[in-house]
Structures are given as C-alpha cells and as structure tokens.
C-alpha cells in the first residue's frame, strides 16, 4: 500500500505531494515488475513462457511509461529536468554540463525539429 512509505501522516500532506507520491510509488512498482519478468525469462528454458514474459515485461514498460509522463505532465520540477535529458545523444555528464552552463543541451544532444511522438492537449476545447 503506498500509504505505508509515506514519511509523514498523510493528513498534512498536500493533494500534490500525495498524488505525486502515489505515482512515484507506482512507477517503482511498475519498473520493479519489468525487472521481474525480464530475469525470469532469461532464466526459463520453455520458449513459450519466454515469450509470454517478455509480453509481460513490455506491458509493465507501457504502464511505467504512462505513470512517467503523468509525472512530466503534473510537476514542473519533473518535467524541467526530463526536457533536459530525455531522448538527448552523446554523454549525459555534457548535457547536464551544457544545463548547468545556461548553454542549453549539449551539442547535437538534441533531435532537430519537432518531437517525434506528440499526443496533443487533453484539455477540452472551447
């Protein structure tokens, strides 16, 4: 239950942090079973269940991924730091040099033009 790794009683706790809480929580789950599966289907013989696991393992990538950009999409501190480095090029220590430096990413760190994966507003339009 995630309420049990809280550091402080729930009751002071703002619906941020909570909620924020709640997603990281569920995140470590998440990456915790595609480790899981991963290991066990390296370890079986049966090419069936092999597959079967990898299946599974994807699935828990898919989950880890959404609570990830529920994250970005939810706390700006997060998401600063994930436009930085995610889906950079070259050395992680030069990006985070280039950051700290206000020179922006590193050299080619970058993809030129647009994301290549874009989901749109969620908000209604009015």
Do not use: C
Not at 15 to 35: G, Q, Y
Not at 73 to 89: C, Q, W
Request: net charge negative; proline share 4%; hydrophobic share 35%.
């Amino acid at each position: 239950m995630s309420s049990e790794s809280l550091h402080v009683p729930r009751e002071i706790l703002s619906t941020d942090t909570r909620l924020l809480h709640n997603a990281i929580t569920s995140l470590k789950e998440e990456l915790d079973a595609v480790d899981w599966y991963r290991q066990r289907a390296e370890d079986t013989e049966d090419e069936a269940l092999k597959g079967l696991l990898l299946h599974n393992m994807r699935e828990e990538m898919e989950h880890a991924s959404m609570l990830l950009e529920w994250i970005r999409r939810n706390n700006s501190d997060f998401a600063g730091h994930l436009e930085t480095y995610l889906f950079t090029e070259g050395s992680l220590l030069a990006v985070e040099k280039a950051a700290e430096h206000g020179g922006g990413a590193a050299p080619a760190a970058k993809p030129a033009g647009p994301s290549p994966v874009t989901i749109g507003s969620l908000k209604e339009r009015r």
